[in-house]
T-cell receptor, first 113, second 110 residues
Framework: NAGVTQTPKFQVLKTGQSMTLQCAQDMNHEYMSWYRQDPGMGLRLIHYSVGAGITDQGEVPNGYNVSRSTTEDFPLRLLSAAPSQTSVYFC????????????FGEGSWLTVV | DAKTTQPPSMDCAEGRAANLPCNHSTISGNEYVYWYRQIHSQGPQYIIHGLKNNETNEMASLIITEDRKSSTLILPHATLRDTAVYYCIALLYNFNKFYFGSGTKLNVKP
């Protein structure tokens, strides 16, 4: 199993550009989420989804869009990149029933100049 | 979700037990305590979780006080590879909306 796969691993964007961070999982997990981590800080929840067609906001949703058309994929879209969105982004997934372990991807490093 | 409080950093000698405390004084009766760790800038890794009773697995032990207001993660024989940031999270059962604090940076020294 590949687990949780994120692409790209590194990306540099210019202010105002848009892009999509991809996240895929092959564990048939219902729950998927996106976090961002700024230097020296803990992870902050951006958006999450409890199943295909269902998404909701986390702590820091502004400037990001998500959709969940399949169980496997949960892309994160930056609409108009800003330097404040320079961060490391982590995608995570888990089963949605019972006491669960969340599995994280390896992260996507994004720099906005 | 209950707020958790952890010391920002701790040191531990290699081969000794590392005891990482966590305060969760506002935890409710149906909130679990989870521990994750993050090595360098990798994705966080699950360690252990518990509700009331002490728990042990191949990685660590979790001791939860009887009033559930605090807990301690124990790494019985710390190695240099255990150097990481350790996060304590209180979370409702069946609700995976995790909120991470700043965690404890554990430095394991030779």
């Amino acid at each position: 199993n590949a687990g949780v796969t994120q692409t790209p691993k590194f990306q540099v964007l210019k202010t105002g550009q848009s892009m999509t961070l991809q996240c895929a999982q092959d564990m048939n997990h219902e729950y998927m989420s996106w976090y961002r981590q700024d230097p020296g800080m803990g992870l902050r929840l951006i958006h999450y989804s409890v199943g295909a067609g269902i998404t909701d906001q986390g702590e820091v949703p502004n400037g990001y869009n998500v959709s969940r058309s399949t169980t496997e994929d949960f892309p994160l879209r930056l609409l108009s990149a800003a330097p404040s969105q320079t961060s490391v982004y982590f995608c995570a997934s888990s089963y949605s029933r019972g006491v669960n372990t969340i599995y994280f991807g390896e992260g996507s490093w994004l720099t906005v100049v | 979700d209950a707020k958790t409080t952890q010391p920002p950093s701790m040191d531990c000698a290699e081969g000794r037990a590392a005891n990482l405390p966590c305060n969760h004084s506002t935890i409710s009766g149906n909130e679990y305590v989870y521990w994750y760790r993050q090595i360098h800038s990798q994705g966080p890794q699950y360690i252990i979780h518990g509700l009331k009773n002490n728990e042990t697995n191949e990685m660590a032990s979790l001791i939860i006080t009887e009033d559930r207001k605090s807990s301690t993660l124990i790494l019985p024989h710390a190695t240099l590879r255990d150097t990481a940031v350790y996060y304590c999270i209180a979370l409702l059962y069946n609700f995976n909306k995790f909120y991470f604090g700043s965690g404890t940076k554990l430095n394991v020294k030779p």
